[in-house]
């Protein structure tokens, strides 16, 4: 079973930057897929950005890359989400999730664990 934790949401002002860290730990972490989704209230549960297993390619959704940076670090079982530029829209609960999968799925169900979330809240 595969535990994840996020930190580091908080509330900012548009243009400003957070950098959101999930720690993982019950499984090898080099061996998980790890990706970023965010949800709003009556929307469904988009898909962010991934990092294949053990550092590999990253992946992202279009309208996040360029802004959001994806990274892992093994050593530290820890994925983070450096989100620049921040916008009003991108006020949203932010969820890390884990796959054993090789490759970065962009779906949901991709994903078998997850973490509780994060809120993240810019402001205008």
């Known amino acids: 079973q595969v535990q994840l934790v996020e930190s580091g949401g908080g509330s900012v002002q548009a243009g400003g930057s957070l950098r959101l860290s999930c720690a993982a730990s019950?499984?090898?972490?080099?061996?998980?897929?790890m990706g970023w989704f965010r949800q709003t209230p009556g929307k469904e549960r988009e898909f962010v950005a991934g990092?294949?297993?053990?550092?590999?390619?990253?992946n992202y959704a279009p309208s996040f890359e360029g802004r959001f940076t994806i990274s892992r670090d093994n050593a530290k079982n820890t994925v983070y989400l450096q989100m620049n530029t921040l916008k009003p829209e991108d006020t949203a609960i932010y969820y890390c999730a884990a796959s054993v999968y090789r490759g970065v799925g962009f779906r949901t169900s991709d994903y078998a664990y997850w973490g509780q979330g994060t809120q993240v809240t810019v402001s205008s």
């Open positions: 019950g499984r090898t972490f080099s061996t998980l897929t």
């Open positions: 990092v294949r297993w053990g550092g590999g390619p990253t």
